[in-house]
Every structure is written in structure tokens, then in C-alpha cells.
């Protein structure tokens, strides 16, 4: 460490803002008092906590009661999962949904719709593994691997549609549509109701909040059983004496990437951009995957058939430059691999696939650099 | 606020010490890197939760590998307690389990093992609550009530001869014991061979670390299914992108206090004999809870019969003297009548408890004042 080091994986983890840590401060010290206290400390903990409650549900035209703070976003997950399909139904998720999810679902009867070769949700394929015992539906918002911005409001108008089937049919089962919006929090709208969503996870850690810190928004008609029971805190969903600093670091994290996401999209399309044009000219057959138009900003996934992409990251390390192959949120690789299947790749593309993705700490300035150490680190171990 | 506040409820929550916001700072920031993440920056931020974990578990003499780090002590809770019951068997709590036991354990076949007046469990009826289906014997390491102090090395031998009896029946059925530390954890010492415990609960936001952050220990014989499962991480037993600023937080906060708890126990035992001499002479009717010896050295319960407390707590908060009532860490009172009950406080005995939980903030020199201000608003109180 010590050298100068070029970040190039926002997807796998974001430093806190600045303006995050000095609003977070006080509540460490200060103000740390036990919100559940009755004294005028536990309730300017109780105030905070609130506040920051209500700025979340601002940004994503809610309600505050409906919004649980959880200990994280793969927490988040859990509790939608879990706390809906304990109580019996199937559920149908898209095949490029994050591994918690996919972990998750797999102690229920689930089935998986297909994506195109782009990342983007199969309609038809959904609507076919929907039947009457499907309770949750869910469609990440962008997801972490291509950055394919999914058409939530599209899927809505259908689930729609099936619920109003259901009813003229006399079928009871309820039908959730829940998103996790982990990716795509930063830079896209997170209106609940223009996307048509039930349930939806946001995620402190990957919008410059810190890390550990959520929350799962609940339409009022969803019923969940609580994963940690406890004191009755976030109305008996999540029991444990509330992390009041890590609230409101996420609320500031969320209000900051919230007011500034047209600028922010604007800046990394740009150096998106730039970084594509150079790396495809430095590497001809360099391929790119995902959306060509809905995707997030900052979102580059590439591959070079027949590459060891692993290698490639090991030598870009040693020059500070960093950036993924597999999901960097965990330690098992196998894990990457059910969405690179899902978009068609073979598995020698799929070795051959690297992820860069841009945020706060890039520069349009550090891209011919940057740009340039990848290619040849490419080429290099293409040279092997 | 803004007027000089004394703090009498370290129960319920503890400032976080300024070393350890000076331990965690680094991770917000310079070494904010996902620790899954392959490169220099990830193997840093791996480094550090590895040392966090070893901090930890060398302060309670077990391995590593054994800790799993939480979002708190009520998931280690649910962790341990769903994580065992949920294969089957029957479980026996003490009396005087904090409410997130209480409450997770009704979900399964339990029995409740009494507790004398002092709050010390009866080991004769521990013993008897026991059968062959029991599993899981869970035991406070000293109560947040009253702070009465376990006798868990007793309670191991117990165990350890059921187990022996049940080894010559062939009754192959385990039978694990647990311990909440969190009251503890700060003042006692958390040797898990000399307690004799398989699983032991700590808890970040009550020993001067940040909050939402604990672990659970699991000797290698206990298997747990886990609560939330994601990216593998803890050996797939608490999934999420670990929180490393807090777990270096956590670590620092129980390293500083185990290493200055002689100091700290003494220095806190001197303030609590002062306070509870001066409030004998002032109120002379005040009665002392919990054990004359095996208490914790800041904690202080006691009752004046027929006084309405809560309005003791409100009016000395208006004074800017925090104490409780009722259990702090939760929003219902109901939560924390069972332990006075369990030691046989009448009703309105219980209505008339208050507790006083002594640490970092409190000073010798505010004794006078503060003993002069309850004694004060409980006379004055009872003079309506």
C-alpha cells in the first residue's frame, strides 16, 4: 500500500462520503444513548433515528413506519425471503439476481426466469414460472454483475395483471414483487410506486454509507415473520438496540447519491465511455457485455475468450489498479457464475471476464492510464 | 440538553470510548475495501477483521475460527438459540435472561429455571427442568436487572454430569450451554474454559464499542444452522459484506476494557457503596436488590414500595440525572417484569424499582450531588 492506487470496483464496496463520517460523529459519542431510554438523550437518539427513517422514506416516496433498518442488505434479503416464503408459496426470481438471493431462495421452491443475452428479464419466460402458488417475484433493480437496468414497471404492469386473473378466479395467494436496488440505489430513481414494487432492499455499504447498515421497505399489505426477535425494536421486525450512527450514515449516504445521481450518471457515462473506446482499441477483440443502453453508468463488464481474467487482476494489483472478476462479495468464485451462464457465455468467456466498475474515486483524467494498464495486463497474460 | 447531564444507565448503552473511534476511522475510509475483494486493498481489510476476530477470541481463551462476528448481540442470540432449537430438542433458560432470550425461545419447547431472592439461579430446579430432550441450558453471565453474577462454573459441572448420565444410557441427545455476556463482559472475566460454557454472547454497543456490532462463540462440537445466509461469509453462518470498522471497533472496545476491568471494578464499586450509603441515609425505607456479593461492581437495583418510579425517572431527567425503569432496550415496559418477579418483588414493588447502572461516565465526585437529586425526586414523589 502507500502508492497511489486506482479503484476501479464500487460494486464491491464504497468508501464512506466524507460528509457520511462527519454525520454519523456524533452519535458514537454524544448522543449514543439507548433510543428505547425515556430520558431526553434516549430521545434525541430516537429523534436521529427517526429522521433519518423518514429522509429514506422520502427519497423513495414511502411511508417512514414502512421502512425496517436492517443490519445490511444480504440481512434485508433474508427477511423479504424468509419472512414471506416461511409461510408457505413458490417463488420466481430472475436469473441475475445477487448470490444472497439466490442462496436464500433455495431453501423454498423457487424457480429461476430466464434473462436475454443483454442481462435483461425474460417477460414471457417470467409470466410462464408465475403460477398460482408464486407469492414473490423478485427482479434486482440493476444488477451487480452487468449493471442491466431491469424494466421493474414493465414486470409490475404484469404481476398486475396476474393478481387481477387470480382474483376474477377466486385465488387467494397473495403475489409480492420485491427488488433489490443495492446497485442500482445510486444512480437511478427509487420511487416505489413508478417502479410498481412491494418490497425493496436498499444498501448503506455501496452508496458511501457505512457498512452493515440497510433497510427493507414493506408496502403495508406485506406480511413478514421477524429473522432476529428481540426488544420489539423496528416494530418487532428487527429486535437489538438500534444502530443509530449507522442510520443515519445511510440516510445522509442515500439523501447525497440521491441529490447528486443526475451529475454523478452524467460524469461516469463519461468516463465509461472513455475507458471503453480506449480499452477497444488497445484490444480488438475485447468483448462487451450487458445492455448497450440500460445499464448503469458506471457499470463495464468485458470478456476476452480464452483469458485467465483471474490473472489479470492478481497483475493489475501489483500496480494499484483494482478492479473483479468474480463477485467480490464473496469468497467462493462459483458464485459469479450462474449470471455469466445466464447471458449465454461459454465458460472460457466466462474465465475471460473482467468487471470495472466506476464511482467517487474516479477521474476522467486517470482513464488513459488506467485504460492503458489494463490492456496490457491483458495482453500480457494473453502472451503466456 | 446542552446542561450537564449525569449518566446513570450504562446498562442500556455506552458511549463509544474515543480509542475506539480512533481504531475504527481508517476503516471508514482509507481501508474501506470489500474483504472478499482479491487485491492489496481487500487483503487488508480482510487482515483486520482477522484480527479483530483474534483479539476477541484470545480474550476469551478460544480460537478464531470459533467467533462468528454478528450485527449485534440480540442476532447472537437469535443465532444460537434458532440456530440449535431449530433442529429439535427443548431448551431451559434461568429466570433472569434478557428479554431477546425470552423472546426467541418461545418460538420453541422451553421450561424456565427459577432464581432465588438475590436473583442467583436454583440449581436444584435447573436440574430438575432437565430431561433428555433438553439441548440447550442457557445462563446469563450476570443479569441486567439486578447484575447478580452466575455461578456458571457450578453450572457446568451440573451439566457435565447429565451428560455423563446420559452417556451411560445412551441417551445421545447434546446438551449445550449458553451465556449471554453482554452486562458482564465488561467487568468479569470471560474465560470460556473457566466458565465452562459452548457458546458465549458479547455484545459491542455495552462495552464502549459502536452498536449493531457482537459475536457468538461456538465450541467446535455446536452446530447452528444460520439466520442469514448470502456470500458464505463467517463460515456461512452471518452472510453480508462483513463490517470491519466494527468489528475493529468491537475488538479494541473489550480489549480496553478487559485489560483495565481490576481498575475500573474497584473504581466502580467504591462510587456504588458511596451512592448507596448516601441514599440509605436520605431515604431510609429504600430497599437494595440483587445479591449483597455476586453483583456487578456499577450495578445498582433497588426498590421503594408503593413509589411511581416512572415518575421518579421523568422527573430526575428534567434534572438531567439519567437512571431507568423499566428495561431500557425495549420499548415495552411489561419486558422487565418477569426477572422482579422472579425474584419475588410484589407489584408494586416493581413499580417502584429503579435501577443504576455505573461506568465510564460517572465520577466519584458526583455522588453527593446525584444521591442528593434522587433521594430528592423519590421524596418528592411520594410526598403527591
Not at 425493496?200 to 457498512?211: D, E, H, Q, V
Not at 432476529?228 to 447525497?256: C, D, I, K, S, Y
Request: net charge negative.
Amino acid at each position: 500500500m502507500g502508492e497511489r492506487v486506482y479503484y476501479l470496483d464500487h460494486a464491491a464496496a464504497t468508501p464512506c462520503d466524507p460528509r457520511v463520517i462527519e454525520a454519523m460523529r456524533p452519535y458514537f459519542s454524544d448522543v449514543f444513548y439507548n433510543p428505547s431510554a425515556s430520558y431526553a438523550g434516549g430521545r434525541a437518539a430516537r429523534e436521529a433515528l427517526e429522521s433519518a427513517r423518514s429522509i429514506v422514506a422520502g427519497i423513495i416516496g414511502a411511508k417512514p413506519y414502512d421502512i425496517v433498518f436492517t443490519a445490511g442488505a444480504t440481512e434485508s434479503i433474508n427477511l423479504a425471503f424468509r419472512g414471506v416464503l416461511s409461510g408457505g408459496g413458490k417463488a420466481v426470481i430472475s436469473a441475475v439476481e445477487h448470490v444472497a438471493v439466490r442462496r436464500v431462495v433455495e431453501n423454498y421452491p423457487h424457480s429461476v426466469a430466464k434473462v436475454d443475452t443483454r442481462g435483461l428479464i425474460d417477460q414471457d419466460d417470467l409470466r410462464e414460472q408465475i403460477d398460482d402458488e408464486t407469492v414473490l417475484v423478485s427482479v434486482v433493480l440493476a444488477d451487480n454483475e452487468f449493471g442491466t437496468v431491469q424494466p421493474l414497471s414493465a414486470v409490475a404492469r404484469l404481476l398486475k395483471d396476474i393478481r387481477e386473473d387470480r382474483r376474477t378466479r377466486g385465488v387467494v395467494t397473495p403475489l409480492y414483487f420485491y427488488t433489490d436496488a443495492s446497485q442500482g440505489q445510486s444512480l437511478l430513481d427509487l420511487g416505489v410506486s413508478r417502479l410498481g414494487v412491494d418490497m425493496m432492499t436498499l444498501n448503506s455499504g455501496k452508496c458511501y454509507g457505512p457498512k452493515q447498515v440497510g433497510a427493507l421497505w414493506l408496502k403495508p399489505s406485506v406480511r413478514v415473520q421477524p429473522l432476529v426477535e428481540g426488544g420489539g425494536q423496528e416494530r418487532g421486525l428487527r429486535g437489538g438496540t438500534e444502530n443509530v450512527a449507522g442510520a443515519v450514515g445511510f440516510a445522509e449516504a442515500l439523501r447525497l447519491v440521491q441529490a447528486e445521481r443526475h451529475d454523478e450518471a452524467k460524469r461516469l457515462g463519461a468516463i465509461k465511455k472513455q475507458l471503453v473506446d480506449t480499452l477497444s482499441a488497445l484490444v480488438p477483440d475485447i468483448v462487451f457485455d450487458g445492455h448497450p443502453k440500460r445499464s448503469l453508468p458506471g457499470h463495464i463488464h468485458m470478456h476476452v475468450d480464452g483469458l485467465d481474467a483471474e490473472r489479470v487482476v492478481f497483475h493489475l494489483d501489483t500496480e494499484g489498479v483494482y478492479i473483479a472478476t468474480g463477485a467480490a462479495c464473496s469468497a467462493n468464485k462459483a458464485t459469479r457464475l450462474p449470471s455469466l451462464e445466464a447471458v449465454g457465455l461459454t465458460e472460457s468467456q466466462a474465465d475471460g471476464s473482467l468487471r470495472i466498475t466506476l464511482g467517487h474515486l474516479n477521474a476522467a483524467e486517470d482513464v488513459p492510464y488506467t485504460a492503458e494498464r489494463i490492456a496490457h495486463a491483458i495482453q500480457t497474460e494473453r502472451a503466456l
